[in-house]
C-alpha cells in the first residue's frame, strides 16, 4: 500500500556500475527498516541488502558485500543502492520494500510488508 517506486536500472556491461534509487511518496521513511531484493526469472525473490530505520545497522549477503553499498537520504524519504563490479548473476529485476514502523531489522520477505514495481538490471558478460 506505501507507494515506492524504485529507477536507475538498465544494461550495462560486466565489471561496470549502477545507481538504484528507491522514492517513497506520501510516507515518511524514517522510521521503516529499507530492503532490497532481487528477483532473476524463475528464481525467487531475495535479500541483498537492507538498512535498519534506527540508522545504526546494514546487512549485506556475503555475494555482494564489497561490491554494493546501501544508502539513505531520510529527507528525500528515498534509499539506495549503488552496485559495483556487476556481474552477469546480478541480473534481476530488483524491488525497494519497507517494513511496518519501529520493526526489528529482517533479512527475509515477511520482515517487509510494502514493495515497489522493480527496476530492472541486466548485466552481459
Known amino acids: 500500500q506505501v507507494p515506492l517506486l524504485e529507477s536507475g536500472g538498465g544494461l550495462v556491461q560486466a565489471g561496470g556500475s549502477l545507481s538504484l534509487s528507491c522514492a517513497a511518496a506520501g510516507i515518511t521513511i524514517c522510521n521503516r527498516n529499507m530492503g532490497w531484493f532481487p528477483q532473476a526469472p524463475r528464481k525467487e525473490r531475495e535479500f541483498v541488502s537492507a538498512f535498519s530505520w534506527t540508522g545504526s545497522s546494514t546487512h549485506y549477503v556475503d555475494s555482494v558485500k564489497g561490491r554494493f553499498i546501501i544508502t539513505r537520504d531520510n529527507a528525500k524519504n528515498s534509499v539506495y543502492l549503488q552496485m559495483n563490479s556487476l556481474k552477469p548473476e546480478d541480473t534481476a529485476i530488483y524491488y525497494c520494500?519497507?517494513?511496518?514502523?519501529?520493526?526489528?531489522?529482517?533479512?527475509?520477505?515477511?520482515?517487509?510488508?510494502?514493495w515497489g514495481q522493480g527496476t530492472q538490471v541486466t548485466v552481459s558478460s
Open positions: 520494500s519497507a517494513s511496518i514502523p519501529g520493526r526489528t531489522l529482517g533479512t527475509g520477505k515477511r520482515s517487509y510488508d510494502y
